[in-house]
């Protein structure tokens, strides 16, 4: 088991920035891609950015793209979001998630380990 915990969701305006994190408790051997999703209200599961552990790779969906950036803190074991740019389309709560493949699927099924999630709102 490797516990994930996001942090950093809150309320925001359009046009705002904001940055979240995921915190790898205990062991990261053996992780080898860390992901964002997202959910909005009544919609499903969207694959937002995956990075690869050691901080190369870096995916992004269309709809973030050229707006958020994903990396990997080594000294404090997170993976974080930078979120730019943000509008009321961004609103979701958003996921962190760990995979041991090296380059899983966009989908939920590739990854093993999931944080609870942590809410971001846009308002316009």
């Known amino acids: 088991q490797v516990p994930l915990v996001e942090s950093g969701g809150r309320l925001v305006q359009a046009g705002d920035s904001l940055r979240l994190s995921c915190a790898v408790s205990g062991r990261s051997v053996g992780l080898s891609t860390m992901a964002w999703f997202r959910q909005a209200p009544g919609k499903e599961y969207e694959f937002v950015a995956s990075?690869?552990?050691?901080?190369?790779?870096?995916d992004y969906s269309d709809s973030v793209n050229d707006r958020f950036t994903i990396s990997i803190n080594d000294a404090d074991n997170t993976a974080d979001l930078q979120m730019n740019a943000l509008s009321p389309e961004d609103t979701a709560v958003y996921y962190c998630?760990?995979?041991?493949?090296?380059?899983?699927?966009?989908?939920?099924?590739?990854?093993?380990?999931w944080g609870q999630g942590t809410q971001v709102t846009v308002s316009s």
């Open positions: 998630a760990a995979s041991a493949l090296a380059e899983p699927p966009r989908m939920k099924s590739g990854y093993e380990y």
């Open positions: 990075i690869s552990w050691w901080g190369g790779g870096a």
